[in-house]
Every structure is written in structure tokens, then in C-alpha cells.
């Protein structure tokens, strides 16, 4: 691994890029494992750089783990790994290890609770650990980067490391889109059944609409700080990037995603009262409309009413088969009567009602982690759900019933301590780091996209908002 070091940066990363996806199209789980391990011993000398493979495989990793599925692991073994490296470094100083903020201890509290209360309910202990491990992993990325020294340098490496990832989702959702889910995705995403709504959406190589919104948000907002803050940055290239990221945002259709980073655009414009980011965030989004929606949207209706592309969409619209599936479609439903109603029988009302009753059995600390609508139920289901009437598994799409049916006031507390500790510290410490005006126009969006998504469950967002905490929270921050 010596050698790699030894050449270029892109194309350094470019090649680790490459030897994710030739491992997980092998689909040879020996050698999953063994690229794990050689990552892991790479990791435990080069932390930093275990947390910029994490850029590459974080995004990536649902793809992935579609074709080699013992690459689940990569992502432990990259954060364990550096872990186990700032352990060592802080060996003779372990006072420092024991110090947490504030949010840390009120977020450490908040998974306690949820796991105490998960076990008196009596579930599972293996999806008590499933849950445990989705809320901790990437506050250990903020652990990690906290205590490391980051330098410029290092922002080199990041920013061709993301600018890869980047280049390949963004390319891989316009053909995804224009070959109508057909080209370049594993077979199970083919066949997945979509109603006509969604099917308009792009997924990506992440899996969900929701989460390439999410991703592209963060992607557009990394790229345009480097460009204006970074003479490395080639500029011709960073803006064709900057108006991919609007119109693949545009196009995955994510309400929730649209007005959570809406607000932090408006949040950061009065924080800074920049004239030009004002300008540019007109200016993006209508180019992009423009010079790429537009025509990539004509392009796939085109191809949609050819016999390939009637062929297509039969085989993924296998319900909802005489709805429409325009933006104006999907947009115009959303208050629409039979919105409403599906949402009270099985949608978002109906799990907001059911919660608030689990909240009222368990008032003081929940039903604990693995009960209701979170990442474990979906794989080891509920011990409550008979008793709540519910019959399918499913996402809460809201983080914050989630936690008050979890957790209790008890665990809201602790959550709430977590989120306005972050906004507290952010907003008082804003002259000494722009950091800080990012973090809180970024925590005032999520607070909303709580309220529609498992925003705190996912990798994306949670991996990069800690990691980005991490780097403000250094002893010399780094402005990116």
C-alpha cells in the first residue's frame, strides 16, 4: 500500500474508486473480505485517510453490497480501524478521550435510553445492536476527526475523492434515468416494483431518491465552498459538476429534501448576507433547469413512448398502473384527497397517530430501539407491532415520532439537548469560524427533514454532518 501514496492524488483516487466497484462486480465474497481487511490495516497507520474512503464508500456502499454483500463490513472496519489509531495516539493523555461536549452526552444518553428501554420491552438483543450501531457509527466519525490534525493536504485528498464519487453518481443517474432503470443496475433494482410516481424518480447508484437528493444537497455545497475558497479547484469542471448536482437534486423529486435545504440556503443567506451566494443560487438552479432538466426529461419521454420504452416501464410499473407520473402529477398530489386518505390508513398520519399511542403506554422511556418504524424493525420486525395492529414493516419517515415512541420524554429530552446544544455552540462561536454559520443553516434544514425522514438513521447525512463537526469542532478549526 506503500506505493500508492507515490502517485498523483486524482488519480490515486480514482483507482481506490475503481477497486471498490471490481471487488463488488466479482461478487466473490472471499475477496470482499480480504479487501475489507487490507483497507482495515491501511486505516489503523492512515485514519484520515480511512475517513476519505469513507466518502468513496459510504454513498456507494447499498450499490456495492447489492453485487458482494460481505463489503457490508467495509465501513466498520474503516471507522474501528481509525479509532483504534486515535486510542493509540491519546494513550498516554486518556483524560482527553473522556472529554464530550454537551451534545455528546445529552446523544450518548439518548442511545442508552433507547437500548435500556428496548430490553425491558424484551426485543431482540441482536436488533437492539443493529440500532445501537446505526446511531453511533458516525458520531464515532466526529469522535475520530475531532482528535486528528487536519491540514489542507488533506482537503486535497477529500475533494478528489468526492469529485470521483461524485462524477460517477451524477453520470450514473442520467442513465439511469434515461434508459428508464435499465442499464448499469443490479438485477433486484430492475425488477423493483414502483408505483407511477415514483417511477419517474431517480434512485441512483444510493438506492433512494431521498438519499441522492440528500447527497447531491451536501455534494453541491462541498464543491461550491472549494471552488470559492481553493486555488486547486479547476473551475470549468467544479461548475459542470455544481449544475449536475441541481438537476439530479431537482430530478430525484424529494419535497422534504427541496425545502430542508431551502431553509439552510435561506438560514446561511441571512447568517452571511452574501450577495453573490444569492445570485448563485439563481443562477444554478435555472441553468440547470434549462440546459439539463429540460432536455434530459424530453430525451426519456421520447425514449418512454418507443417499444423499448413501453416495455420498460410494464415491467416496473406493476401498480398504480393508470396513474400519471409527471412533476406536476407528483407535486399536485401531495394534499390531494386520496393522499390524505392513504396517509390516515397506512401513511404518514396513521404512523404519527400510532406512535403518539405507544407514547402514552410508555410515557417515561418508550418502547425502546427496534420497536417502532426504525432501521432494525426493518430487518428483525417488532415485538409491539401485533399489539398496535400494524402488519408491515416500515420507516417512521419521521424522525421525531420515532424518538417519542422509542424513547419517551425521557429520551426527548436528551434528543432535543443534542440538537439546540449543536444550534447553541454553532450560533455563539459564529466570528470564529464560517464553519459554524454552515452548521447551523444545516441543523435548521435538517430540523425540518426530520419531520419527514429518518434523517438521524441516515448514512449520508449523518457521516457527513459529523464529519464536517469533527473538522469545526479541532482544538485550530479548518475553514473549508
Avoid at 413 to 423: G, K, Q
Avoid at 447 to 453: A, E, H, I, K, N
Wanted: hydrophobic share 50%.
Amino acid at each position: 500500500m506503500k506505493y500508492i501514496n507515490k502517485i498523483p492524488v486524482p488519480y490515486m483516487w480514482l483507482l481506490i474508486l475503481m477497486s471498490f466497484f471490481i471487488v463488488a462486480w466479482s461478487g466473490i465474497s472471499i475477496l470482499g473480505l480480504l479487501f475489507a481487511s487490507v483497507l482495515f490495516m491501511w486505516s489503523l497507520f492512515n485514519p484520515k485517510q480511512a475517513l476519505i474512503l469513507m466518502i468513496i464508500f459510504t454513498p456507494l456502499r447499498p450499490y456495492l453490497i447489492e453485487y458482494n454483500s460481505s463489503m457490508k463490513i467495509i465501513g466498520d472496519a474503516l471507522i474501528f480501524a481509525a479509532l483504534l489509531h486515535v486510542i493509540w495516539l491519546f494513550r498516554k493523555n486518556l483524560k482527553s478521550l473522556l472529554k464530550f461536549h454537551l451534545f455528546e452526552i445529552s446523544y450518548i444518553g439518548f442511545v442508552v435510553v433507547g437500548a435500556l428501554s428496548a430490553l425491558l420491552t424484551g426485543v431482540e438483543l441482536q436488533a437492539i445492536i443493529f440500532q445501537v450501531r446505526t446511531f453511533v457509527l458516525f458520531y464515532l466519525v466526529y469522535y475520530i476527526a475531532k482528535r486528528l490534525s487536519v491540514t489542507k493536504q488533506d482537503i486535497l485528498h477529500a475533494f478528489w475523492a468526492m469529485l470521483w464519487t461524485t462524477l460517477i453518481i451524477l453520470f450514473h443517474a442520467i442513465v439511469e434515468k434515461l434508459s428508464v432503470r435499465s442499464l448499469f443496475l443490479p438485477q433486484s433494482w430492475m425488477e423493483l416494483p414502483l408505483s407511477a410516481k415514483n417511477r419517474v424518480r431517480i434512485y441512483g447508484l444510493v438506492g433512494n431518491p431521498n438519499e441522492l437528493a440528500i447527497f447531491t444537497g451536501l455534494s453541491f455545497m462541498f464543491f461550491y465552498y472549494c471552488k470559492r475558497f481553493y486555488e486547486f479547484i479547476p473551475k470549468n469542471l467544479i461548475n459542470i459538476i455544481l449544475f449536475l448536482n441541481v438537476a439530479i437534486f431537482i430530478l430525484t423529486y424529494s419535497r422534504g429534501t427541496w425545502i430542508g435545504f431551502g431553509i439552510s440556503a435561506i438560514v446561511y443567506l441571512i447568517l452571511t448576507r452574501n450577495k453573490t451566494l444569492m445570485v448563485d443560487l439563481i443562477k444554478y438552479p435555472v441553468i440547470a433547469l434549462i440546459f439539463f432538466v429540460l432536455p434530459i426529461n424530453l430525451l426519456t419521454n421520447f425514449i418512454e413512448s418507443t417499444s423499448y420504452g413501453t416495455e420498460k416501464i410494464e415491467k416496473i410499473q406493476q401498480f398504480d398502473v393508470e396513474g400519471k407520473s409527471g412533476f406536476f402529477d407528483r407535486m399536485g398530489t401531495t394534499f390531494s384527497d386520496d393522499t390524505l386518505e392513504g396517509s390516515q390508513n397506512t401513511g404518514r398520519l396513521f404512523i404519527v397517530q400510532r406512535g403518539l399511542q405507544i407514547f402514552k403506554d410508555n410515557p417515561l422511556i418508550g418502547s425502546g430501539f427496534g420497536t417502532y418504524g426504525d432501521s432494525a424493525t426493518l430487518s428483525y420486525s417488532s415485538p409491539i407491532y401485533e399489539e398496535y395492529g400494524i402488519n408491515f414493516k416500515f420507516f417512521s419517515d419521521n424522525q421525531y415520532i420515532q424518538v417519542i415512541a422509542q424513547t419517551g420524554v425521557v429520551g426527548v429530552l436528551f434528543f432535543a439537548v443534542f440538537l439546540l446544544s449543536i444550534l447553541v455552540v454553532s450560533l455563539k462561536n459564529r466570528s470564529k469560524s464560517r464553519n459554524y454559520n454552515f452548521i447551523t443553516s444545516i441543523l435548521l434544514g435538517a430540523f425540518f427533514m426530520g419531520l419527514v425522514y429518518n434523517l438521524w438513521e441516515s448514512d449520508i447525512f449523518t457521516f457527513i454532518f459529523f464529519l464536517f463537526l469533527g473538522i469545526t469542532y479541532l482544538k485550530k478549526p479548518l475553514s473549508l
